[in-house]
């Protein structure tokens, strides 16, 4: 396999139950220190595919490798200590803890590390919003406020590719271009994004690349800009008509 992808999904097929593949061979690939986009409508499997990837959803056939290493029936936890990290769109945050104790779950139990009050500091660092906040119960914060605390978490485990289902779901505007500076500084750290979004404009604006899926297949791939151009995504996902012909 390349040694410039970080992650290389091939011919995969997936789903929640025998009866029923949501994933209906899907190949792509992220190479590193990209940032790539995931669209398509409600139901293409966006959200599924992150979850087989991270070993959350069974995969049928099909290849899924971090880094060149298989993750095909790899357990989540050993996903995590391989390099790989996945913030969900919803329930993402302990609401009755505190900023830090959530953040703080994110450091891996039992691997040795004794910094892992260097690396809270230095999401502090990152996030200076949550430093602000560090013992306000993570329930009473704003919606993008708890995007950062999910993706603080998250980077604790210090992952070379980091997987963000919908991180704008929800946001106000402002809260939405925020979440998204911070991912950029994300990537400038040498961290790798895959990002399922619905609005595809903040993020493909931030992006290498896109890719729009459909009934479980990638019907649709190219560069960050060449996707913005283009009359079909307009149409989709970006309020815009098609060009006439």
């Given at each position: 396999?390349?040694g410039?992808?970080a992650?290389?999904v091939?011919?995969?097929?997936?789903?929640?139950?025998p009866e029923l593949?949501?994933?209906?061979?899907i190949?792509?690939?992220?190479?590193?220190?990209?940032?790539?986009?995931?669209?398509?409508?409600n139901?293409?499997?966006?959200?599924t595919?992150?979850?087989a990837v991270a070993?959350?959803v069974?995969?049928?056939s099909?290849?899924?490798?971090l880094f060149?290493?298989?993750l095909?029936g790899?357990?989540?936890h050993?996903?995590v200590?391989r390099g790989l990290?996945?913030?969900?769109?919803t329930d993402?945050?302990?609401?009755?803890?505190?900023?830090?104790?959530?953040?703080e779950l994110g450091?891996p139990?039992?691997d040795?590390?004794?910094?892992?009050?260097e690396?809270?500091?230095?999401?502090?660092?990152?996030?200076?919003r949550l430093?602000?906040r560090?013992r306000q119960?993570?329930?009473t914060?704003?919606?993008?406020?708890?995007q950062m605390?999910?993706?603080?978490?998250?980077?604790?485990a210090?992952?070379?590719?980091?997987m963000l289902?919908e991180?704008?779901a929800?946001?106000?505007?402002?809260?939405v271009?925020?979440?998204f500076?911070?991912?950029?500084e994300?990537?400038a750290l040498g961290?790798t994004?895959l990002?399922?979004?619905?609005?595809?404009?903040?993020?493909?604006a931030?992006?290498?690349r896109?890719?729009v899926?459909?009934?479980g297949?990638v019907?649709?791939?190219?560069g960050a800009?060449?996707?913005?151009?283009?009359?079909?995504v307009?149409?989709?996902?970006?309020?815009?008509?098609?060009?006439?012909t």
């Amino acid at each position: 396999m390349n040694g410039s992808l970080a992650l290389q999904v091939q011919d995969l097929v997936a789903g929640y139950t025998p009866e029923l593949n949501i994933l209906r061979g899907i190949t792509l690939h992220v190479a590193r220190g990209e940032i790539v986009t995931l669209l398509g409508p409600n139901g293409a499997g966006k959200s599924t595919l992150m979850k087989a990837v991270a070993g959350l959803v069974p995969v049928r056939s099909g290849a899924v490798q971090l880094f060149g290493r298989s993750l095909v029936g790899v357990p989540t936890h050993q996903v995590v200590r391989r390099g790989l990290a996945y913030v969900p769109q919803t329930d993402n945050v302990f609401v009755r803890l505190s900023v830090q104790e959530n953040v703080e779950l994110g450091a891996p139990a039992g691997d040795g590390r004794q910094d892992a009050g260097e690396d809270l500091e230095r999401m502090f660092t990152l996030f200076p919003r949550l430093k602000e906040r560090r013992r306000q119960r993570a329930g009473t914060l704003s919606g993008g406020e708890r995007q950062m605390v999910a993706v603080a978490r998250a980077l604790m485990a210090r992952p070379q590719l980091l997987m963000l289902d919908e991180p704008s779901a929800g946001l106000a505007p402002a809260l939405v271009q925020m979440v998204f500076d911070k991912l950029r500084e994300v990537r400038a750290l040498g961290v790798t994004l895959l990002i399922v979004e619905q609005n595809a404009r903040v993020s493909l604006a931030i992006s290498d690349r896109g890719l729009v899926l459909a009934e479980g297949q990638v019907r649709l791939s190219g560069g960050a800009a060449e996707l913005l151009d283009s009359p079909e995504v307009g149409a989709l996902f970006m309020g815009t008509r098609e060009a006439s012909t």
